[in-house]
């Protein structure tokens, strides 16, 4: 069973980047297809993005297109997600995620993981 551990949250201004990252352990890494998610104060968790065992296919929701980058380390069982151009909007708890199943359906079927997730907040 995995475990997952992120880091890399903080506060940062809108405009501004950030990167977190997930440390995985446990398993076997480049078996799971990971992603991230995240929750918003009164708002149900949503999918972000999500990347394929080997990081040749990656998924991402509407709203972080062009913005947010998800890339994997295998040999250091680690996933990031680039954040830039980060808006007030994308101010959440930022879950990383991991699952058995195909990175394509993560956004619709969830991930059988879950890290303890990490504050984002983006100050105007």
């Known amino acids: ?3 997952l551990v992120e880091s890399g ?12 990252s997930c440390a995985a352990s446990g398993g076997t890494f480049s ?39 998800i890339s994997r380390d295998n040999a250091k069982n680690t996933v990031y997600l ?9 101010t959440a708890v930022y879950y990383c995620a991991a699952s058995l199943s195909p990175a394509q359906s993560m956004g619709l079927m969830g991930p059988g993981y879950w890290g303890q997730g990490t504050q984002v907040t983006v100050s105007s």
């Open 9 to 20: 949250g903080g506060l940062v201004q809108a405009g501004g980047s950030l990167r977190l």
């Open 82 to 90: 680039q954040m830039n151009s980060l808006k007030r909007e994308d």
């Open 1 to 3: 069973q995995v475990q």
């Open 31 to 69: 078996r799971y297809a990971m992603g991230w998610f995240r929750q918003a104060p009164g708002k149900e968790r949503e999918f972000v993005a999500a990347i394929g065992w080997s990081g040749g296919s990656r998924y991402y929701a509407d709203s972080v297109k062009g913005r947010f980058t």
